[in-house]
């Protein structure tokens, strides 16, 4: 058997790369394309994308490039301002005056008068000339100053002093619930003294019918005191047992 006929007799496919090519070509016209062409266009898409990124990153970096810059020439020229104002001299301050001084300064001074000194004597003549003034200015002057020292104080006097004050409720109770309490809340007001102020007030229950007056007033602590309150009030015994402080609080 010669070789044609071997390889006829053969069952050999060699055309199979050329029909493995043209079915993946009709596959991928029937589902689009591979996997793999996908994956390079997303490729080239992120690449896109990336290079946008950059470009935009480049224009950022610009921007703060120039205001750096900005910034530098401000500070420059700070410092160059503030190396001018180290190097100038600063101004001399100014001594504060002092009180007495001020009142020296305001009082008249009157010129001390010079002798006139008579031509025609001889050298006892000098000693008859007062070369300094006397001492009656330095008087006249410690007397002007003393006199507005002491109106200033007067002045200073005349201010009205603060009064110190305080606020007291009071609880006056009666003997029994037949005590006739306007009455005794009258005869409470009827107490009357430099210093005091009655104020608002009120009927509290106690129990069994019984209620005591709550009056609240307003003293001077220099004037007027609890204990005085207290004995005042007592002495209306037809209608007031006892007398207590239920609340003190200063103004």
Known sequence: MSGLQCLASENIWFDKQRYDEAEKRFYEGANGPSSQQQQSSSHAGGDQELVSRMKSLELENQALHKVVETMRDALQKLESRVAMLEKSPAPAAVPCAKVDDLVDQAAPVQAAPVKQVENGGGDDDDDDIDLFGSDEDD?????????????????????????????????????????????????????????????????VPVGYGIKKLQINCVVEDDKVGTDILEEEITKFEDYVQSVDVAAFNKI
């Open 139 to 203: 008087d006249e002057a410690a007397r002007l100053k003393q006199e507005r020292l002491d109106a200033y104080a007067a002045k200073k006097s005349k201010k009205p002093a603060l009064i110190a004050k305080s606020s007291i409720l009071l609880d006056v109770k009666p003997w029994d619930d037949e005590t006739d309490m306007a009455k005794l809340e009258e005869c409470v007001r009827s107490v009357q003294m430099d210093g005091l102020l009655w104020g608002a007030s009120k009927l």
